[in-house]
């Protein structure tokens, strides 16, 4: 696994020529879609140019928010879900330490998220990379690529990732992120996140807990019972789960 300062690397590797490259790229990706450059554009472009199977994007936030944006697939999607579950992975490593997180084969780096490593590979997944999204110097989220393969990106592919990292980051802010529609405002919006923090209230009132640690018995059962927290926040405000002091699900 491998991390290095952002604004070292992307000095090296990012230089006008190479934006000008990436946003060619996307406006190829764009006319291919007939669509608008979007935050899915940018995704679907960034398998092309990374040569990997899929591409994530997430917004973060204080108090464990954790908001999926936009996924090329729905391994994608379960890849999302777990780190919002377990509460470790590579995306939050990027998001907390500003940095690029890549892994070129998970195997063997498990004690970095041993939960999320081993459940990872699991479904298939060997390489992953994580880039921090931001505004400014904020981290705002983190866009994350997987593959099955083993073996990291090129150089070319690092810097071609930095470029569209700071592209994903301008989309996310966008007041229209696609048919104008706010990303993140839908993403927030939706039932199934509505849901987790209902439910995380509703723990933190019932044990008289902090929001934190409501969140965290949350994960803890939903990992192990082998479920999405959001499948068991919604038995908890639907009123077919209650968590009480005696439950130990770690």
Not at 44 to 54: F, I, K, Q, T
Not at 186 to 209: K, N, P, R, W
């Amino acid at each position: 696994m491998r991390r290095f300062s952002y604004q070292r690397w992307s000095c090296w590797l990012v230089d006008s020529s190479r934006k000008v490259h990436v946003w060619s790229l996307l406006a190829a990706e764009a006319g291919r879609r007939r669509q608008p450059i979007s935050i899915p554009v940018a995704c679907h472009a960034a398998v092309r140019v990374l040569s990997v199977d899929g591409v994530t994007v997430a917004a973060l936030g204080s108090g464990d928010v954790h908001v999926s944006v936009f996924a090329t697939s729905a391994l994608g999607r379960h890849l999302e879900d777990l780190e919002s579950t377990l509460g470790e992975g590579p995306g939050l490593r990027a998001y907390s330490e500003g940095a690029p997180v890549l892994t070129s084969d998970l195997e063997g780096h498990d004690s970095h998220w041993p939960l999320f490593g081993s459940a990872a590979l699991e479904m298939g997944v060997r390489g992953l990379f994580a880039f921090s999204l931001r505004s400014g110097t904020m981290p705002i989220g983190v866009f994350q690529a997987h593959r099955a393969d083993t073996g990291g990106l090129t150089t070319i592919q690092l810097g071609d990732a930095l470029v569209l990292a700071d592209i994903m980051s301008v989309l996310i802010l966008g007041p229209e992120a696609e048919n104008g529609r706010d990303f993140i405002w839908d993403a927030i919006s939706s039932d199934h996140h509505t849901e987790v923090y209902q439910a995380t209230g509703m723990v933190s009132v019932h044990l008289g807990v902090s929001l934190a640690d409501a969140l965290a018995r949350l994960r803890g059962h939903a990992f192990a019972h082998g479920q999405p927290i959001s499948a068991v926040a919604r038995e908890i405000v639907q009123g077919r789960l209650r968590l009480d002091e005696g439950d130990t699900d770690d």
